[in-house]
């Protein structure tokens, strides 16, 4: 059987893998190294065993996560920041571990071809597992999101973002079937490597339905003073800004603008219980003379506070949207005592609670009623939550609608990341997004995941434009979490075929030749 490579080795292409999955994600764009960081993965670790495929996945991890996450800790310190990409990290520990097992003990048993359909299920199951675990889990840096600009975004129609994943595995699984082909000397290998690397690109062609009711929506990036967390403290300065920029559109926005826009936390002032910030806002609704969508925090209940998207319409309270999804460690503090003893930032935090009903609001028109779904900041990044806003128009044509503040993370890649998500999401639900944040990055993104007047960061800007809204359901949406459930119960298969052929085979490090490598 291939023998697992040396350690120096095998750690010097563990970093490789993670660095290549991070230049995959924006801003640096670089799509087609997230299949060649899955391969150089999955040629460390495949026969490497438990303990060092746990190592090995686990420094690839770190050389990913922390990177790609280093936003995280852009104004609250390194420890945030670490602490956040070790524990992400230790998800592909995991996984190098489960894959390291199962893998030395099938390809010593001569299979091959199962032990290499380890490596796509285990990301499948890997991110599952880092998206609903702990506190909820955090579902960011996933390999779908680094593939808004790829063939492979295709798949989001069809299988949702863990279909996208599992096929840039399913590539990055042809590209080590290819190399371990071209070490061995084996033709045959070498073209079942390549075909399976280039299949799934092929998604490419399967058109996206672009068609749709168009309807105006226009959006307002008001942008902050200052960038980072004293935006915090000049809460008047963000909602004149978001003042202004509503009548700068009004003054330019065609006249079937039918909703205006303005993203997460432009009112930092509770509306309800400031008249001041009411009657601002409700004069820049009548301005428009359309329904205003605003994000804002209110003082409730009692001793915490709501993250919500408000909906006026010119009569009346605002319909609202509470934030189903609070970050842990940002909106709240879980366990906050504990954590305060190592580290100051732990009461910087806020204190939001959860909703517990997904936003439906409904915007009259002369072609019809429409249905704009609010999502707030990372909930973008939670396929369920995605899938039950949809799910919530019924057969009411509907646009999503992303409202998010990244002023705190300032010049970082955190936006565009985000943004990517969302366009990601537009495929994966056949639904136009309109993604608005304080700062920027902010634009509308069309049903096949294109981009059309997207903003800079830290500036003021205003749009309007016809989107497409849909009553679709998509297959991804049809399907829901079946290709993560069958992905998991499959890789649980073979793991457990991995104990009971590892029964009869004895696995030595030395009984394969060293031709026999699965390189990267």
């Not at 790609?68 to 995991?94: D, H, I, K, M, N």
């Not at 969508?293 to 915490?304: K, T």
């Not at 993104?445 to 998509?474: H, I």
Request: hydrophobic fraction near 50%; charge should be neutral.
């Amino acid at each position: 059987m291939p023998t697992p490579l040396r350690l120096p080795a095998a750690l010097v292409g563990a970093v490789l893998a993670g660095l290549a999955l991070w230049l995959a994600f924006p801003t640096h764009d670089l799509w087609w190294l997230a299949p060649v960081g899955v391969a150089l993965l999955g040629a460390v670790v495949l026969v490497a065993g438990a303990a060092r495929g746990f190592l090995l996945g686990l420094v690839a991890g770190l050389a990913f996560f922390v990177p790609t996450l280093s936003w995280s800790g852009v104004y609250v310190g390194r420890l945030p920041w670490f602490a956040l990409a070790t524990l992400e990290a230790l998800y592909l520990a995991v996984m190098g571990a489960v894959v390291g097992y199962a893998g030395r003990r099938l390809v010593a048993a001569g299979h091959r071809r199962a032990a290499l359909l380890l490596v796509p299920l285990a990301w499948v199951a890997q991110e599952w597992a880092r998206s609903t675990t702990p506190y909820g889990g955090f579902p960011w840096a996933r390999l779908a999101f680094s593939q808004a600009d790829s063939p492979l975004a295709h798949v989001a129609r069809w299988l949702g973002a863990p279909g996208v994943t599992f096929a840039v595995a399913v590539v990055g699984t042809g590209l080590l079937a290819l190399g371990w082909g071209l070490v061995g000397r084996r033709p045959g290998r070498v073209v079942a490597g390549l075909l399976v690397a280039v299949a799934p690109l092929a998604a490419g062609l399967l058109p996206l339905p672009t068609d749709g009711r168009p309807e105006t929506i226009g959006f307002v990036q008001g942008n902050v003073p200052t960038a980072g967390l004293e935006f915090n403290a000049q809460r008047r300065a963000v909602l004149d800004n978001h003042v202004k920029g509503t009548f700068e559109l009004a003054k330019k926005a065609p006249e079937d603008l039918s909703l205006v826009v303005w993203p997460e936390n432009a009112s930092d002032i509770d509306p309800f219980r400031n008249a001041d910030a009411d009657a601002e806002i409700r004069a820049s609704q009548a301005e428009v003379g359309v329904p205003l969508m605003i994000g804002a925090v209110l003082a409730e209940p009692v001793g915490a506070n709501s993250n919500v998207s408000l909906f006026y319409t010119g009569s009346g309270q605002p319909q609202r949207y509470t934030k189903l999804h609070p970050v842990p460690f940002a909106e709240y503090i879980p366990h906050r005592e504990f954590f305060a003893m190592f580290t100051p930032m732990a009461n910087l935090a806020g204190n939001f609670v959860a909703g517990d009903t997904i936003g439906v609001f409904r915007v009259p028109t002369a072609g019809g009623e429409y249905v704009a779904l609010p999502t707030i900041c990372f909930e973008v990044a939670y396929d369920g939550l995605m899938r039950d806003s949809v799910a919530a128009a019924g057969t009411t044509p509907s646009v999503l609608v992303v409202q998010t503040n990244n002023a705190t993370f300032g010049y970082t890649a955190e936006s565009e990341q985000q943004f990517a998500i969302s366009r990601i999401r537009a495929i994966e639900h056949g639904r136009s997004v309109v993604h608005v944040s304080t700062v920027g990055v902010s634009g509308f993104v069309a049903p096949d995941g294109s981009v059309s007047a997207e903003t800079g960061l830290f500036t003021a800007a205003q749009a309007a434009e016809p989107v497409v809204v849909r009553t679709e359901t998509t297959p991804a949406d049809r399907v829901g979490e079946a290709p993560v459930l069958l992905a998991s119960a499959l890789l649980a298969l073979l793991v457990l075929s991995s104990v009971r052929v590892g029964r009869r085979v004895r696995v030595t490090a030395e009984s394969s030749p060293p031709e026999e490598h699965p390189v990267a």
